[in-house]
């Protein structure tokens, strides 16, 4: 079975170091949606600091990814990247689902 989310070499090392100086209680990043921007969806990433009964847990490259159950849907076959460029950086989704993006990347839309 494929996992819901599939992290790059990029994203894990990245959730790697946020982790190595996050609190104490911090389990791993927690990814979800919800509505709002443009396109109507945005794609939430926080700590997790305890298992909720109905997430997903992925461990792949050596981190924790917890999925918020409500997000799953929207998530199967997403791969997760990190792009660094010269003025930023950001998580970014490759999401077969999305149907349409706003012009800003921020939200998505799936039918």
């Keep these: 079975m494929n996992p819901i989310i599939k992290l790059s070499e990029n994203a894990a090392n990245r959730i790697k170091e ?3 100086s996050a ?3 911090a389990l791993g990043v927690r990814v979800s949606v919800k509505s709002g921007g ?3 969806m ?3 990433m926080e700590y997790s600091k305890e298992l909720n009964p109905n997430d997903e847990v992925i461990e792949d490259k050596g981190v ?3 999925i918020d ?3 799953v849907m929207y998530l199967l076959g997403t791969e997760m990247d990190y792009k660094k460029e010269d003025f930023s950086s950001t998580f970014v989704f ?4 999305e149907t349409e993006r706003c012009g800003c990347g921020e939200s998505f839309k799936v039918e």
């Design 64 to 66: 924790k990814v917890f």
């Design 23 to 25: 609190e104490k209680d």
């Design 69 to 71: 159950s409500a997000a």
């Design 94 to 97: 490759n999401n077969p689902n």
């Design 18 to 20: 946020i982790m190595s």
């Design 42 to 44: 945005s794609y939430i």
């Design 38 to 40: 443009c396109a109507g």
